[in-house]
């Protein structure tokens, strides 16, 4: 697997791209490729098969989308008969991947469509009838559009496996492999992955025909970029502590382990005066969509969040992962915290721990390779708030135009059901939860 170099890089034209394309990233401000778009896009423009292994923020969306793009002529696909086609693990990546890449698309007059679940079917159905030329997809919902015949994959020329090592995790792979199957063989594939081992391997070796292979940074090598800490304090002093790292400026996402316990703890930041909304697997989509645009625009500045987002979203401009709650393996470590550090950015890494954390905290922190500084913290301490620029809230709530629905908002939202917890297990976040697979 050929190291790819982050130094003397080519100009967009050089890599053998058409001027409308580059004359469309001009416009958006992209002037010169990131070493991952450099090394692949020549081989995709020459029609092999792609490997590549880069971890998130690396570029590799445009690394794919833009030699897709110039592949495809500007012809009309046919009803129901995309010519590319892009899987994605997660609705929230589909739509950054299609957002990406739609005005990219439309200097080549070609068209983007997203069909993802938790989003309207019919749209989606209308929208294949009428031709898609790159169909961005989650494996689910593309499996259902065409069991209702409004889909077919005997057209693709081009199809990109994204995260294929998060498909995985998420037991995608059956899936994925069936769709391949509907694709012809004789077409272009591409697979970009952080993690090249076990179920990522067995795809590449069925489907992929002699690639070129490229490897910029593997998850664990992103960690260079970060600086990493360890906070340790008692189980009460928590929220404190949180508050006043919530309060710093800038963007922030804060990790807890689940979906009460990032309402609770999103509601509870508001009520002291910070920006913040929540984001994981028991949210609408409508609600998703509202807080990350809150997030992306300054409006909530800080984000809570399930492991459900900890591969889901891509935001430049993130200069801090707080870990509430500890992650549970040191994948969860690395992928959470590669929300921070895109794009050759650095970031702060910051995990709070318990006493009686600690030590499997360490562990885990040793199979991710990290080498965190730790201290004990306390509230209004000054060393912390000049690494992390943590300060005090101003304690005036804030009022959100649309809550959630009591349904997300858990316990704190109203008087207890037959069912739910007793008051004593209500927590300022999801330390005593058990982490639920897949809920969230």
């Known amino acids: 697997m050929r190291i790819v170099p982050t130094d003397n890089l080519p100009d967009f034209a050089a890599l053998g791209l058409p001027t409308s394309l580059i004359a469309a990233l001009a416009r958006a401000g992209i002037d010169s490729p990131f070493p991952i778009q450099a090394a692949v896009i020549p081989d995709i423009v020459g029609r092999r098969d792609v490997l590549g292994r880069a971890a998130t923020g690396s570029g590799k969306t445009l690394a794919f989308g833009l030699p897709l793009i110039a592949r495809l002529d500007g012809r009309a696909s046919a009803p129901r008969r995309p010519r590319a086609l892009i899987l994605v693990p997660t609705r929230e990546l589909a739509m950054q991947v299609s957002d990406a890449l739609t005005p990219l ?12 679940g938790g989003l309207p079917i019919n749209k989606q159905i209308a929208a294949l009838q009428r031709g898609v030329d790159i169909l961005v997809a989650t494996p689910g919902r593309l499996v259902d559009l065409i069991d209702r015949r409004a889909c077919q994959l005997d057209d693709i020329e081009i199809t990109v496996l994204d995260e294929a090592d998060h498909m995985a995790d998420l037991g995608f792979l059956p899936v994925v492999r069936q769709l391949l199957d509907l694709t012809p063989g004789r077409g272009q594939r591409l697979l970009f992955s952080a993690t090249l081992d076990g179920d990522v391997a067995t795809l590449v070796e069925h489907y992929l025909k002699d690639p070129a292979a490229h490897a910029l940074n593997s998850a664990e090598a992103s960690v260079d970029t970060m600086s990493h800490h360890v906070f340790r304090l008692p ?38 005066g910070v920006g913040a909304d929540a984001l994981h697997g028991g949210r609408t989509q409508s609600q998703r969509t509202r807080a990350l645009t809150a997030f992306k625009d300054g409006t909530a500045p800080v984000l809570v969040a399930t492991d459900v987002a900890a591969r889901g979203i891509h935001v430049d401009g993130v200069s801090l992962v707080l870990h509430v709650d500890p992650p549970a393996d040191h994948k969860d470590y690395l992928h959470r915290s590669g929300r921070t550090a895109r794009a050759g950015e650095s970031g702060i890494v910051v995990v709070l721990t318990t006493p009686t954390q600690e030590r499997e905290v360490r562990g885990m922190l040793t199979r991710a390779g990290v080498r965190p500084q730790h201290r004990d913290a306390v509230e209004g301490d000054v060393e912390i708030a000049e690494l992390t620029g943590a300060r005090r809230p101003s304690g005036v709530p804030l009022v959100v135009k649309a809550p959630a629905h009591p349904k997300q908002a858990g316990p704190a939202a109203g008087p207890p059901r037959r069912g739910r917890r007793p008051a004593r297990d209500r927590r300022p976040f999801g330390d005593r939860h058990r982490r639920t697979t897949g809920s969230n």
Do not use: N
């Not at 698309?105 to 993802?116: D, G, I, N």
């Not at 922030?252 to 979906?259: A, G, Y």
């Open 105 to 116: 698309a439309s200097a080549r007059t070609l068209t983007v469509r997203l069909v993802a």
């Open 235 to 272: 189980h009460e002093a928590k929220f404190g502590v949180v508050a006043e790292i919530a309060s710093r400026p800038g963007r922030s996402i804060l990790f807890v382990r689940t979906k009460h316990g990032a309402e609770r703890l999103a509601k509870q930041l508001r009520d002291v």
